[in-house]
């Protein structure tokens, strides 16, 4: 074993301590394989719908059918799921855009969004293309120690209010994410104040961590990512939206043109590898909680501020770690390229990024480009140096690139 003495020791702590805590990661996870198997079977899913079409792609009878798997499992009365959206980001722009009209307000109830739907909003100055552009408004509720301030809800939302956006995931910021029932306290307090608030949540990263997603807990509408949790590593590009069929109808006008929405787009890739991965995504999204909780109990037991402790509710699939020092964060991502699966070779550097104000560093040697369900890390260089941890298809793979991190930080002190 490459790794000391003194980390074997702890990985067996830390797995001891772990079991009551994976044992509940199991059951979810056996929960939502039970609510996937039973929405094959009820949409009759069948090879026929593994293959991609062509052209204008009308009646692609896989295409429908990942939508109509996708709605059920969700709870949503429709979803548009898609290989056409490019990212996370664009699957989100989609539903701002399909949505809102010139004048009305869009509230964020969890402060500063994530750094890419900054640019999408026109945050800071009405960037080209930007909601603020189209004279869409925006205002913001900044969370209060790391919670969304619920008492202060009535005073943001207006008239002119359309919609508010929620952030499940903590992005990279130290705040807690959302659970399923503090959702559902933020949909009700919205709905109180003005029922025909749309509620839109930025779903990224939280797909199968619980039972139930947030259209089950009073949101009209949500997005994410097909290279995070409901991929399962297996889909290689895309997202989706799911939600109220209005809504849903009004984004897939913005994705495709008006009149045309979700009737046409050829499948692209496979459907089988849409289909596949999210069967596997409820397994593959407890192993990356797995991975994260061990993470959070070795790294604690190194003396490290870790967040989500390993006996928090989880809303996420990310793992903070306030590593302190540049050094620290530059070792840390070392070790988990050294033992990623593809460009293991390569050591990451901290870089400029568009969009950011700080360098990053990341670690991603991954099979599909820059996806988050497999295992990676990257954090901002600067003070207190936090790595955020995400992913990992299998818990070994979790186990050993966590293990190689904490190895290469231990490493400095030797050199
Ligand atoms: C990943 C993520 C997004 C979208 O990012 P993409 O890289 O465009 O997929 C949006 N919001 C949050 C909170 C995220 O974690």
């Known amino acids: 074993m490459p790794f000391s003495q ?3 020791q702890l990985k067996e702590e830390v797995l001891a301590e772990a079991k009551p805590l994976f044992a509940h990661v199991d059951e979810v996870s056996e929960a939502n394989t039970l609510k996937v198997l039973d929405a094959m079977r009820e949409c009759h899913v069948s090879d026929a719908h593994f293959n991609t079409t062509s052209g204008y792609a009308y009646d692609d009878i896989g295409r429908g059918k990942v939508e109509e798997l996708f709605a059920k499992v969700f709870g949503a009365e429709r979803a548009l799921v898609r290989t056409q959206f490019v990212s996370g980001t664009h699957a989100l722009a989609t539903v701002l855009f399909g949505i809102l009209r010139p004048g009305d307000e869009l509230v964020s109830l969890t402060g500063k969004p994530y750094d890419t739907m900054q640019t999408v909003i026109g945050y800071d100055n009405p960037s080209p293309g930007s909601l603020k552009e189209f004279g869409i408004l925006y205002h913001e509720l900044p969370m209060i120690d790391g919670k969304v301030d619920l008492a202060h809800i009535p005073d943001v939302i207006t008239e002119k209010t359309k919609m508010v956006l929620i952030q499940r995931s903590r992005g990279y910021s130290m705040r807690s994410p959302l659970s399923i029932a503090d959702i559902r306290e933020i949909t009700t307090a919205v709905k109180r104040v003005k029922p025909d608030c749309v509620c839109f949540v930025d779903n990224c990263y939280g797909e199968f961590v619980d039972t139930q997603e947030p259209v089950q807990a009073g949101a009209d509408i949500m ?6 949790n409901p991929g399962g590593g297996i889909a290689p590009t895309g997202g989706y939206i799911a939600g109220k069929d209005k809504l849903v109808e009004l984004a897939s006008y913005r994705l495709t043109a008006p009149g045309m929405g979700d009737e046409l787009g050829a499948s692209l ?10 069967f596997l995504a ?21 003396g490290y501020r870790t967040l989500p402790l390993p006996t928090d509710v989880r809303g996420d699939i990310i793992q903070a770690i306030e590593l302190d020092t540049p050094e620290k964060l530059i070792a840390f991502c070392g070790g988990i390229q050294k033992y990623s699966p593809v460009d293991s070779f390569a050591t990451p550097e901290p870089w400029d990024m568009p969009g950011y104000a700080d360098q990053v560093i990341m670690a991603a040697g991954t099979f599909v480009q820059g996806a988050s369900i497999e295992l990676s890390a990257d954090g901002p260089m600067r003070a207190p140096y936090n790595v955020y941890l995400q992913g990992g298809l299998t ?10 991190a904490a190895q290469a930080i231990e490493d400095l002190n030797t050199k």
């Open 223 to 228: 997005a994410g990512s097909l290279i995070k």
């Open 395 to 404: 818990f070994e793979h979790a186990v050993i690139g966590i293990l190689g």
């Open 269 to 278: 890739a496979n459907n089988r590898l849409i289909l596949q991965g999210f």
């Open 6 to 8: 003194k980390l074997l």
């Open 282 to 302: 409820p397994h593959v999204v407890a192993q990356a909680i797995k991975g994260a909780l061990f993470a959070a109990g070795l790294f604690a037991k190194l």
